[in-house]
């Protein structure tokens, strides 16, 4: 039998009833199932091991001996299965002569220049994803520049939460729930000074309403 040759990415799902492998992309991770392939030699054994249980004594040595014939002959089965599943598979995956691994070519795979998306990643793909990022850049500056902060009273002490009742006070002036007044009346939030109604203060000229 010829030395096999695939990926190592694969997981056996083999049984006593037959063989099955699972064969997985090696950057992606995504792959392909085999399919399913029955074992000749697993029958023999299911009847031998009846046997050894029912009437013990020379079957149940029987059954042993059966069970090393079959997997001998199971392990000559699985390699040929093995082969057979690869040969199923591999047409859907090629190996990166750059870096030597087995991609699908599905994903992971750039035909244009014969090489994995690791070594010689899709063009097209990134450059939407590198408009993508600057457009993401761009907004995040934009926002930047607009001054969100022209209606706020950045002064004054700032009350989250109302000291009489509890509610959020929503930057107001008063409490929105118990119009409990949210700062010191007459006083300049800034120097302290008295302010009176005045909507300016006059020692520091602070604007107060």
């Not at 090696?26 to 091991?49: T, V, W």
């Amino acid at each position: 039998m010829p030395l096999i040759k695939f990926v190592r990415n694969y997981r056996d799902l083999s049984t006593d009833r037959g063989f099955q492998f699972e064969f997985f992309c090696d950057i992606c991770e995504n792959g392909y199932q085999s399919s399913f392939q029955a074992s000749k030699s697993g029958s023999i054994n299911d009847a031998l091991d009846i046997a050894g249980g029912v009437l013990g004594g020379i079957f149940s040595k029987a059954s042993h001996v059966g069970d090393k014939v079959h997997s001998a002959r199971w392990e000559k089965e699985h390699d040929q299965a093995f082969i057979t599943a690869i040969e199923e598979v591999k047409g859907h995956f090629k190996q990166c002569p750059r870096c030597g691994k087995w991609v699908c070519l599905d994903i992971c795979w750039n035909e244009d220049r014969g090489l994995c998306v690791e070594c010689a990643p899709k063009l097209a793909g990134e450059i939407a994803h590198a408009q993508s990022q600057a457009t993401l850049e761009q907004i995040s500056e934009k926002v930047k520049e607009k001054d969100w902060t022209k209606d706020l009273n950045l002064e004054a002490p700032a009350v989250a939460v109302c000291p009489n009742c509890g509610a959020d006070t929503k930057g107001a002036k008063f409490c929105p729930e118990c119009g409990t007044p949210l700062r010191q009346a007459g006083k300049c939030p800034r120097c302290g000074a008295d302010t009176g109604n005045a909507k300016f203060c006059p020692e520091c000229g602070l604007k107060l309403t």
